[in-house]
């Protein structure tokens, strides 16, 4: 290192300290090492004007540095970036900003060096609320104890003194039990020669950081230590992995501090367990026909009695669109900030029910205690005896501090939303395009609304006492899973309903002609249409995504973990014209077109031929047979001999369903609605090249464009041509522009709160997904029938990498059982090559193959498992006599589900079913995963068996699991 009394000067020595900064990092060629910060001195946050530090190589290792003068007593944030020539951010840190707050000891002229450390994504996750409030938490107040310790002294050292250095060790450690002592040990005697008695004891200060300094000599270097903790019974745990090395060079001028950030303290890779169900589908004794956020707390005592540190519920939010079944659909928000009056529980909302409500409550349970939800009579049902209570507490609710303050500091969305719902049902449509001046909404036209001098008060009232109410219900749930140590896992939609607040509100911010979905999958052959419209990332971006960190913002107070529905949505989404009912016929948004001139180069030229559906009359005698000339003359035009365009009031999906509808009604053909519409659509998907409607000379191929007569009737220089050019724009033009989309927006959400982000990465994966979810610590999905990894037709959860959740199935595919049951010869594969069992496999899943398929999962790297409910009452034969079709949550391939599946048991029945919850602890005590305590630990639980509870688990083999004699291993 240079003099740094060279570089400055004595007037610049004698009057402030040289801070130094040292990163090891490696880069490719053309990137740098930026550090930028809060101060004006380090870029105040602007990139462009922060500190590039420079390369030098020190044995195996890039190491970057730089130096820069600041007055005594300088506190700044700072966090490092790699840039490109210009600048650029091409990556920055994980997790949140570094703090620089500079040793007491330091004097005016003296020099200290940062020693840092990359932060990565999985860095940050033992910080994120899950771990630290949940998990983590303490049953001692870390930050009560640093205050009664005798704060940290500063160690001197003296300026004459070339041959030593006072070194802060700093270290991250978020687990840390009451009575437990953190210290760094190693090869110097001033870290006790490797004796725990004699080493270095760390402070905590604060963030669950915790520092020790020690003056060090020359004769100490190189120094070996690991750090270690230490409990109240004196027992002694040290990190994992190799020693840790510090190394100083005195034969130049050295920093008189050395600030040295460890990061994480390395121990064991925690790993946890879970269950998962919709809000809607548990069932207790005190609900109202489906379940109510205060049933969480029933399930939360559930999940710690059977070893579940998590609870993984579908969205939650408010989606009362239509009025009907159809809104059972819990990823169509309303509203993305409203919670759904569907789980509120009436009984609760007063001390002073009136006692005929309360025998109206009771006769509605009863009438509504069905084997599945019935949405629109719930709805009904709850919203009706509500108003009846409201009427006579609304002045005591409305006056109360509690509500005052809960509307001061949601008003920003709770107006909009109470006004939507009043216009909502006054004009009888969501559609605000059909509410004539509210059709575009003003905060004028709101607050006039809204106003308590309207004389729609007292309904605008009653929507903010209803989301009131449902504040202070799950409010309770999510405090209470909390204190027992639970995680409460929420879920983000991807998409808004097209009729909805937030698109009545910001319009700007989403692109109302198109639809979103996902391109043909596992799920369904003919793609998926959601319905949603597009973001308009472009909009949003002007005011760094608020519309996003408040979202997330207002999630993080009733969750501290979540679920990133299709979080490939961040990469790219699939994008339809809005006239589309199908999901096949879109294209990637962003992604790189196809050119009119970059198709002329390649020789093709006729671009109606490739864009328009080909339509032959041989085509469509081969599909309608003798009705061909009906449908012909109802539907197309014959533009020359035997070719035939659609006509133009039927030329797209919702034209085609619409015109096909009336035809039906004169009885003009006699064939199946469903039969004609799929033929009709084939037709008009028969497309080798799809026009981008807002640039005719740009085109994207379309999917599966192999599958389709149009392409097959192409001469064989156009077939090749086209082969390639779309393996090139699904595989390989687009993946540097998903990156950076990626990278634009999933951090802004990551960090607007410290909830525990997954992202669900099910589908065509990108291959510059995986990359970026690890770099921003983004745990993902596996499902074992729907293995990410090519050439397997089932994942193999032992080698499922630790950043990851694992589970059997999940709402959108069918339960462990009726996946079973639903496939002969796919069930006999995967007896063969997962069991390893050449005999035949029972026709039913009992409750050996469920234990088998559950242990697979909870025995694996991944950091959880997360079970659905029924996959768990799989395991015990009383909970499978329900055809095992009706466990399905979701069938992806019908866009008019009725999402109605309620659990056939109570909570309450579920939390006395000891043998249940043995067995279910059992799995999770075997696997080495954490647990939550329960009442039940100090009890001696059997070896489980699913049986009869005492078998050794190595009865569990292929012949036992295939209903032969059990062979003992």
């Not at 291959?767 to 037709?793: A, F, H, K, T």
């Amino acid at each position: 290192m240079a003099n740094l009394g060279l570089l400055y000067g004595s007037k610049t020595s004698n009057s402030s300290v040289i801070v130094s900064f040292r990163i090891p990092y490696f880069t490719q060629w053309g990137q740098q090492i930026l550090v930028c910060g809060s101060e004006r001195v380090l870029g105040a946050w602007n990139v462009k004007k922060g500190l590039l530090l420079k390369p030098s190589h020190e044995g195996d290792e890039l190491i970057w540095s730089g130096t820069l003068s600041v007055p005594a007593g300088f506190n700044s944030e700072y966090s490092y970036y790699v840039v490109d020539d210009d600048k650029n951010v091409l990556r920055s840190e994980a997790g949140k900003t570094r703090k620089m707050s500079l040793p007491n000891g330091v004097r005016i002229g003296q020099s200290a060096e940062l020693r840092d450390l990359w932060q990565t994504g999985s860095d940050d996750l033992p910080l994120r609320s899950a771990f630290k409030n949940v998990i983590f938490r303490k049953s001692w107040n870390l930050e009560a104890e640093r205050r009664v310790e005798k704060p940290l002294e500063p160690v001197q050292n003296p300026s004459d003194d070339k041959d030593s250095v006072v070194v802060q060790f700093r270290i991250c450690c978020p687990n840390v039990e009451q009575g437990t002592s953190i210290y760094v040990i190693g090869s110097s005697s001033k870290l006790g020669k490797w004796k725990i008695e004699d080493a270095l004891k760390l402070s905590y200060a604060g963030e669950s950081v915790w520092l020790a300094e020690s003056a060090l000599t020359k004769d100490d270097f190189p120094i070996k230590y690991r750090y270690c903790k230490s409990d109240k019974a004196k027992k002694i745990s040290v990190e994992t992995g190799g020693n840790r090395e510090l190394l100083v060079d005195f034969s130049t001028s050295q920093p008189k501090y050395i600030i040295l950030s460890d990061g994480l303290m390395r121990e064991m890779p925690w790993r946890g367990a879970g269950v998962a169900i919709p809000m809607f589908s548990i069932r207790s004794e005190a609900d109202v026909g489906v379940g109510e956020f205060l049933d969480l707390k029933l399930l939360v005592d559930w999940a710690v009695q059977s070893g579940f540190h998590l609870v993984q519920l579908l969205p939650i939010n408010d989606t009362s669109v239509h009025g009907m079944w159809w809104d059972s659909y819990p990823y169509s928000s309303l509203s993305v900030f409203a919670l759904h009056p569907l789980y509120l529980r009436v009984q609760a909302l007063s001390e002073n029910i009136s006692e005929d409500i309360k025998q109206e409550i009771q006769r509605t349970r009863e009438q509504l205690d069905g084997k599945v939800v019935d949405y629109e009579g719930a709805m009904a049902a709850k919203l009706s005896i509500a108003k009846k209570i409201y009427s006579v507490e609304k002045k005591t609710v409305f006056s109360s501090v509690a509500y005052q303050n809960f509307f001061s500091e949601n008003q920003e969305w709770l107006k909009p939303y109470a006004a939507f719902c009043f216009l909502r049902d006054f004009f009888e449509t969501s559609d605000h395009s059909q509410w004539g001046r509210f059709s575009h909404f003003s905060e004028d036209k709101l607050e006039k609304l809204v106003s308590k001098d309207s004389i729609h008060y007292d309904i605008i009232g009653f929507h903010y006492y209803i989301q009131f109410h449902l504040h202070i219900q799950l409010s309770e749930a999510s405090e209470y899973a909390r204190a027992k140590g639970v995680v409460l896992k929420g879920d983000l939609p991807i998409g808004v309903d097209r009729n909805s607040v937030d698109t009545w509100v910001y319009p700007r911010l989403f692109r109302m002609n198109t639809s979103t979905g996902a391109p043909p999958d596992y799920f369904d052959k003919n793609g998926q249409n959601w319905g949603f419209p597009t973001y308009n990332w472009e909009e949003m971006s002007k005011d760094n995504y608020a519309w996003w960190r408040n979202r997330l913002t207002q999630m993080a107070k009733y969750f501290t973990a979540y679920r990133i529905d299709h979080i490939l949505g961040f990469f790219r989404i699939w994008e339809l014209p809005e006239h589309s009912l199908t999901g096949l016929c879109g294209k990637f948004r962003p992604s790189i077109p196809l050119s009119q001139e970059e198709l002329e180069r390649e020789g093709l030229w006729d671009f109606n031929r490739l864009s328009q559906p080909y339509i032959r009359q041989q085509m469509l005698q081969e599909k309608f047979g003798a009705s061909w000339t009906i449908i012909a003359s109802s539907f197309l035009d014959e533009y020359q001999k035997d070719h035939y365009e659609f006509k133009e009031e039927c030329n797209t999906e919702k034209k085609i369903a619409s015109k096909l509808k009336s035809c039906l009604e004169k009885s003009i053909l006699v064939e199946s609605e469903e039969k004609l519409r799929r033929n009709l659509f084939d037709l008009l998907q028969n497309v080798v090249l799809i026009r981008d409607p807002e640039d005719s000379k740009s085109f994207y191929p379309r999917f599966n464009l192999e599958d389709t007569s149009s392409f097959n009737d192409l001469d064989n220089h156009s077939k090749d041509v086209m082969k390639r050019l779309y393996y090139d724009y699904y595989f390989q033009r687009q993946e540097t522009m998903w990156r950076q989309n990626a990278l634009k927006t999933l951090p802004v959400l990551m960090n607007s709160s410290d909830m525990l982000a997954c992202g669900e990465d099910l589908g065509m994966i990108p291959s510059c997904v995986y990359p970026v979810m690890q770099e921003l610590g983004l745990i993902g999905l596996r499902i074992q029938r729907m293995p990410n990894e090519p050439g397997l037709e089932f994942g193999i959860p032992s080698q499922y990498s630790y950043m990851t959740v694992n589970a059997p199935s999940c709402h959108d595919c069918s339960t462990l059982r009726a996946w079973w049951e639903e496939d002969e010869e796919r069930r006999s594969r995967y007896f063969k090559t997962v069991v390893g069992a050449d005999v035949a496999p029972p026709d039913r899943c009992t409750p050996e193959i469920a234990h088998f398929v559950l242990r697979q999962h909870v025995e694996s790297p991944s950091m959880w498992s997360i079970f659905p409910l029924q996959d768990l009452l799989a395991l015990k034969e009383e909970y499978t006599t329900r055809p095992a079709v009706e466990e399905t949550i979701n069938d992806p391939t019908n866009p008019k589900h009725y999402w109605r599946f309620r659990v056939h048991v109570t909570m309450e029945s579920l939390l006395k079913d000891r043998e249940l919850v043995s067995v279910i602890k059992g799995l999770v005590r075997s696997s080495g995963r954490s647990y939550p305590p329960s009442q039940d630990d100090e009890l001696q639980l059997e070896k489980p068996s699913v049986e009869n509870g005492k078998k050794e688990e190595a009865q569990f083999t292929a012949s036992k699991l295939a209903n032969k004699e059990a062979v003992t291993v």
